[in-house]
């Protein structure tokens, strides 16, 4: 059994599959906090978890197709100045379960917490890829990252960014080796993995054990057979991987973490909580919220760190205070954020239904009754 040595998790975690481990927070535990603490940020494997021994740990770096590799250990990489950032994790199938109800699509079934935000610290890729001898080339190109977990045929994780984000500086791409102060644990990469500000958690390789600068993105089946977006009519039968780009930054967010779809809510005045979260760096200027299905709307109050216009990698908590009508028998809560590019979500899912769904981002909704 490959996953027998797969460590011990959270009790609290609502486990989408076992083996490999794949899990959420609850969403009242995922908005407690702005830094989502290590133990309750969800955990997303295609594979069992390695165990790495950090003391002969290496990475390997080719800065150039053809060129010459260099070999990191831990800490080589802890010499390359430490650079740390707040950044949002979201998985391209959170809030997948939603379009499953709209139709039957291949994926985990995903509530809306598949979505986690840390301060991860370590050496800029753009630092490492310097010194592993990259040069500026005009010609598209590609960086291609590879786990050390792998399939029993030896098949690693693998997945690819362009290569002007990696050497972006303002991009932020880190070989992260710390989250929230403490080593990764193992479940989330350790001893290194990738963290890709503004961009689909598929790309943020764990376990990292190879970085190289390549002409064609990452051959994996995770960067061109998965993570692609479709319109609703194509079906397993006619879809065609190689015509969808790959998910790289993600469309504006948000969703409701309080109260729960369902509950019984105390008349008088409901206190409504979530999240909201835009790819690329694109901040979030705005989240509505309405009691009555989308007919009236209120702004949000948002918390959290300020975001950074075109810099904004970490989600905004929000939270509405308001008046339960008198006499209502029951809330239709929704939400909707705007980012700063003016994007907004779509107001239901079967228009952006897809096969594998992903991308799933329409206006969130919950029921609750109003006790008498
Ligand atoms: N990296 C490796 N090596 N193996 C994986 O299975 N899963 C990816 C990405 N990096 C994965 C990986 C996916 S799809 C997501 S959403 C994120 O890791 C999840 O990161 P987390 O488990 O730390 O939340
Ligand atoms: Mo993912």
Redesign the pocket.
């Known amino acids: 059994n490959p996953y027998a040595d797969d460590p011990v998790r959270h009790p609290a975690l609502k486990v989408n599959s076992q083996r490999?481990f794949n899990a959420e927070p609850p969403p009242e535990l995922l908005t407690e906090n702005y830094i989502t603490p290590n133990p309750l940020?969800?955990?997303?494997?295609?594979?069992p978890v390695p165990n790495l021994d950090p003391d002969t740990y290496r990475l390997h770096v080719v800065g150039a197709p053809g060129g010459q590799s260099l070999c990191l250990s831990l800490d080589d990489l802890r010499k390359f100045p430490k650079h740390e950032v707040t950044v949002t994790?979201?998985?391209?199938?959170n809030r997948r379960s939603e379009m499953s109800q709209v139709k039957e699509v291949k994926g985990l079934e995903w509530n809306t917490g598949?979505i986690?935000t840390a301060r991860w610290a370590g050496a800029r890729l753009c630092d490492v890829l310097v010194q592993a001898g990259h040069q500026l080339s005009e010609a598209e190109a590609h960086v291609c990252f590879e786990?050390?977990?792998s399939d029993p045929t030896g098949t690693?994780?693998g997945?690819s960014i362009p290569l002007a984000r990696a050497l972006d500086p303002a991009a932020d791409v880190l070989l992260a080796y710390e989250m929230n102060g403490e080593p990764l644990p193992r479940?989330?990469?350790f001893p290194v993995?990738v963290v890709v500000p503004g961009v689909?958690?598929?790309?943020?390789?764990?376990?990292?054990g190879r970085v190289s600068v390549q002409p064609e993105e990452s051959g994996s089946h995770?960067q061109r057979r998965d993570?692609k977006g479709f319109s609703p009519s194509v079906d397993w039968d006619t879809v065609d991987f190689d015509s969808a780009p790959s998910i790289q930054e993600l469309p504006v967010q948000s969703a409701i973490t309080e109260p729960r779809d369902g509950e019984t809510v105390e008349s008088g005045e409901v206190t409504v909580k979530g999240y909201a979260w835009s790819g690329g760096g694109r901040a979030v200027i705005r989240v509505d919220v309405s009691l009555d299905g989308g007919l009236t709307w209120q702004a949000a109050e948002l918390y959290g760190e300020e975001q950074c216009p075109r810099k904004a990698w970490a989600w905004r908590l929000w939270q509405l205070q308001a008046p339960v009508p008198a006499g209502q028998k029951e809330l239709h809560i929704v939400c909707k954020a705007v980012d700063e590019s003016y994007n907004v979500q779509p107001d239901t899912v079967a228009p952006i239904w897809n096969l594998r769904g992903v991308l799933s981002n329409a206006w969130h909704r919950v029921h609750v009754r109003v006790a008498p």
Do not use: I
Not at 89 to 93: E, F, H, N, R
Not at 200 to 208: D, F, I, P
């Open positions: 490999p940020f969800f955990t997303r494997n295609h594979l994790l979201q998985c391209a199938g598949a986690s786990g050390l977990d690693a994780y997945a479940d989330h990469g993995r689909v958690g598929a790309r943020h390789v764990k376990w990292l995770w993570y």
